[in-house]
Nanobody, 119 residues
Framework: QVQLVESGGELVQAGGSLRISCAAS????????MGWFRQAPGKEREFVARISWPDSSTVYADSVKGRFTISRDVANNMLYLQMNSLKSDDAATYYCAASKSRTGRYDFWGQGTQVTVSS
C-alpha cells in the first residue's frame, strides 16, 4: 500500500501563487507515475498534471499549462504542484494520486487539500 497526504492548500488572491505538497509513504517503490487532480463543488474531478519516472516526463491540462508546474523530490518521496497566476476557476480540492503503472488508472489517492482563490 501507498499512503498519500496532501498539504498546503489555503486562501490566495487571484493572480497569486501557491505551492501544494503531497507526501508519499509505504511501498513507494511500486510507483511509476503520480499526478494531481482537482474537484470543484458541483463539478467532476479533473486531471491537472502528472509526472512519470524515471524520465520525469510531465503532462498538463490545457487549462493550467504555462501556469502550473509539477515536480517531485525523490529522496523525500514528495510531490509538488507550483501554481502561479491563480484564477477563480482554479479553486478546488486538489488530490494527489499515484499509479503502479505507466498508463491506466491511479491506484492510490490522498484525502485532498483545499485551494480557495479570492477575486
Amino acid at each position: 500500500q501507498v499512503q498519500l497526504v496532501e498539504s498546503g492548500g489555503e486562501l490566495v488572491q487571484a493572480g497569486g501563487s501557491l505551492r501544494i505538497s503531497c507526501a508519499a509513504s509505504g511501498r513507494t517503490f511500486e510507483i511509476y507515475r503520480m499526478g494531481w487532480f482537482r474537484q470543484a463543488p458541483g463539478k467532476e474531478r479533473e486531471f491537472v498534471a502528472r509526472i512519470s519516472w524515471p524520465d520525469s516526463s510531465t503532462v498538463y491540462a490545457d487549462s493550467v499549462k504555462g501556469r502550473f508546474t509539477i515536480s517531485r523530490d525523490v529522496a523525500n518521496n514528495m510531490l509538488y504542484l507550483q501554481m502561479n497566476s491563480l484564477k477563480s476557476d482554479d479553486a478546488a480540492t486538489y488530490y494527489c494520486a499515484a499509479s503502479k503503472s505507466r498508463t491506466g488508472r491511479y491506484d492510490f489517492w490522498g484525502q485532498g487539500t483545499q485551494v480557495t482563490v479570492s477575486s
